[in-house]
């Protein structure tokens, strides 16, 4: 892609920003520094985050704190006033959770969605959208069969003729998992779990995902379902090929 992108790495408040010109790309990092007497959002680990395309925004929903305690607050990051505003928590708020599966949806004003994640005392499998515009939470009803509560995942949202939010491995009550589902976010917001081929990576969560484009998804490492198997280090790419031809927008969530 012709130009920049950026991805805000939180809480660390850096920026990794790759440039293309004249076929020759540059890599560079810098610390965001926000403006004199702006809030902060308080330290946090397995936080979401996503980046409004459209007003230059970056948000964070939730997290671990310090305590071990799950956190239920919204943070919205103005990158060109660089300043943090915190979103009032009431009732159209998502509970509080860490390790949720999240993506971006940027047709229009864009969207953020939040799957899941885990409360300090139960795995969650609820499925939250924010509205970029409005600067507002709500809860989607989801129909027919859906995946195992869960926590620690790795997704993304597809945008193609059909757009999906993606899932994959995680941790449940059961334990460590490797199903992989889809939802489909356009119109019914029904779950459809899938039956990949090929070498399948065994159960695990936390690992390190990312959705590469319209249609990958690359898994590293994580933890195993036994403690000889914490850290795992190996890498596998989840190729999402459906008969619906995806459009020439990519997306990158983690």
Known sequence: MIGRAALLLFFFLSVVSFTKAQDKFSLG???????????????????ALGFDR???RSIVFGGRASDGSALGDTWIYDTKSKFWSSLPINDTSPPARYGATYGVYTVGNGVFMV??????????SDVWVFDFETLTWSQKVISGSQPEARAYGVGGIWRGTTTYLWLTHGEGASGKLQDTWRLEIDRFFQWEQ???TGSIPSARSLAAGAMFNHSTIVLFGGCGSVAADCPLDDTYICLL??????DEED????
């Open 54 to 56: 459209v007003y230059n």
């Open 115 to 124: 799957y899941g994640g885990y409360d300090g005392n139960s795995y969650l």
């Open 29 to 47: 990092l810098r610390q965001l520094v926000p403006q004199n007497g702006s809030p902060l959002p308080s330290g946090r680990s397995y936080a």
């Open 241 to 246: 090929y459906t008969s619906d031809a995806a």
């Open 251 to 254: 997306s990158v969530d983690l």
């Open 194 to 196: 899938l039956s990949p």
